[in-house]
């Protein structure tokens, strides 16, 4: 037999997608079934290279995805049937959109000759799904599904990384065809990877004149894998200058590092959003001028000159003008900077660049994060700061869900490497975080992996208890419970005169009983004095545990800078925030 | 909105005003996008349009090369400079679009449309409308006593100002197929 003939084989669409799936190196994928994908099913259960995890709800399949893959550098893959398992597949194909996750979703459709006939759980998918994915097909030949599925994963995986979802009818998944391996059609989607060099060379320049120079760096950094973070790390330890990150950059720099600023933006650190505000220089890597960073736009960072780096044409200029645009893959563009900048003698105004950390240490020495744990009840940043203290030296992945205990966490939380923190950042999906704990459990399965919750977001997956008592994941739920929508509470608190509408949680579940009704452990505390040891015996129990920690009921997160108001305009405390949100900061939710 | 007393157009406060801030004048511009000939690539473009809020005042669209599976879009859209070059961006980064080209940014081009108007009217009015349609070379390809179907080919201006004079005259009906456009020169832009 010729190589070529032993490469392509005749077999069922069905077999095609878990041979395209071996093919791709999947060893996990996520999914729940149905009528439309019964044959997949059906071929599932006769191997063993992949494992399917049976989830409680189509979205957590879709999250639990995410998770893996933003805690693998890997793809992530979902299967669900048609009409209301796709459907019910949006929200994570959305939430994977915004902050960029690489997943491939399968899902079954009615068989091709019933399309349009509104038929038994038939939805328009590939409509539906067009504006949340990256890319997404429906394969109508059985002989085009598994390169059909080869190319899924690179244009996931390749250029800026995104969801992608492949919609299968139930006869191609019944026909034989022939099975066209990975690799043996190059794609025609080949996003370009190197910088311009006369714009890199532009940024060496500006670089060593700067004065007050800061790097602003982002989800791309970890979209571009660990040599990203590894240049990084030697780009900043080379120049001296400060780093900040976004919510979705955290890690890639250490928290531990000596020019760490913490994270800026709406709830940043005090020395961060200075520094953004003030700089001569901006240095944006795989970041994208969210709006939770800028505020209000004409007075972001009045004075600097501003670079960016990024794999997406769109994202430069498209919400703040800048000065040096370089287009490409920040591995790339960071190896060949350095290059240059090295190449050139590796200078830069040390004298001015001293004189900034002064600066820098002045704005630090507020202490933005400084709070005082007194009194009976737990406040959510001393629960957090026993949480980081007690689980440090673990091998550890942190997810979170959404809320003002997510954003505590990025504060309280340090991350010293990438790909360990799980959040969701630009769709903000309450109920993101429990599935994903679950994804990145099954990745790292001797890792200790907590998602840390707001009681209302969790109940939004909770069925997912079943996924992980199944599957014996020891995922720990972290839920810090006020029993309030809290981050919508504190909104209502400083903009709509304390008037509550519908932001507390009435009718809360036992969460003790509710985790020994799954078969789960359940612990209870709401005593500053006895959290160590709750959270230890927490971190200690084998299997997977909701811990349920009562806290403070109306804390409000700071610091924060209201929407509508500049980086130099932030509040640091209660004290300081009556009146400081003018009416028009309420209409940028 | 109106309750928080924002002005109309106001930037500082919305995140869904920003590319206003870089306001400055609208201009008028011709995109050819050039796309793998494959179902539901229309609807993409069609869908980031009116997704993103930007406009389409004409779109064409036809394959252009059956063989290697190439369709030819023609999109003018109105923006500010700063939107036009974000649509340019966002058409790039649909997959199955292999290439954008601004005719209105890259040099002068050549764009033309085609209408069919039905005239029906007797006497003076036909005699006039025949007369008009002879200036404006516009051919009849169909006729009846009391009717004529024109074809003109031409800018839209151009078919803009017949249809103007063809209204007192009778227009019943008109179908236009919208902007075709290609760069002028020996050069060939994809
Ligand atoms: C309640 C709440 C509060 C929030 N508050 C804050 C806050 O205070 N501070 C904060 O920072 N965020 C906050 N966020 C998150 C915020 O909404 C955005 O999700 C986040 O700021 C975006 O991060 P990013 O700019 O790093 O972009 P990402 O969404 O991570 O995008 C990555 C960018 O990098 C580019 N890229 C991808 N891959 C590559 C590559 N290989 N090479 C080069 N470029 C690449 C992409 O094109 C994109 O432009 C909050 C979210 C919630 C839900
Ligand atoms: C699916 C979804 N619905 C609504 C919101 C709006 N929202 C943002 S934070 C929040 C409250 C979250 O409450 P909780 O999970 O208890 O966390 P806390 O803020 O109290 O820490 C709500 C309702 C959202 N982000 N996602």
Redesign the pocket.
Known sequence: MTRKMAETREMTGAQMVVQSLRDQGVTTIFGYPGGAVLPIYDEIFQQSDIQHILVRHEQAAVHAAEGYARSTGRPGVALVTSGPGATNAVTGLTDAL???IPIIVLTGQVPTFMIGSDAFQEADTVGITRPCTKHNWLVKETDKLSATIHEAFHVATSG??GPVLIDIPKDVQFATGTYTPKGSRPSLYQPRLKGDAEAIAALVKAMEKAKKPVFYT???VI??GPA?SRLLRDLVAATGFPITS????LGAYPASGENWLG??????LYEANMAMHDCDLMINI?????D??TGRIDAFSPRSKKAH????AS?INKVIRVDIPIL????HVLEDLLAAWTARGGVTDREAVARWWDQIRDWRAIDCLRFEQSGPVIRPQYALSRLEVLTKAHDRYICTE??QH??WAAQYLGFDAPNRWMT???L?TMGYGFPASIGVQLAHPDALVINVAGEASWLMNMQEMGTAVQYRLPVKQFILNNERLG?VRQWQELLHGERYSHSWSESLPDFVKLAEAFGAKGIRCSDPETLDDAIMEMITHPGPVIFDCLVAKHENCFPMIPSGKAHNEMLLGEASTKGAIGAGGAVMV | MSALKIKKGSTSHSAYNLRDTHSSVEERHTLAIVVENEPGVLARVIGLFSGRGYNIESLTVAEIDHSGHRSRMTIVTRGTPHVIDQIEAQLGRIVPVHEVIDLTAEGPAVERELGLFKVAGKGDARVEALRLADIFRANVVDSTLESFVFEITGTSEKIDAFAELMRPLGLREVARTGVAALSRGAAAKH
């Open positions: 915004m902050d960029s800026r990384p982002g989800g791309g979209n571009s990203a976004t919510l979705m950059g994270m800026l933006g709406m709830h940043g795989g970041a994208r001028f969210d939770r960073i780096i990024d794999i997406d994202s490409g893959d920040v591995a959404v809320g997510q954003m969701s950042g630009g903000g981050m």
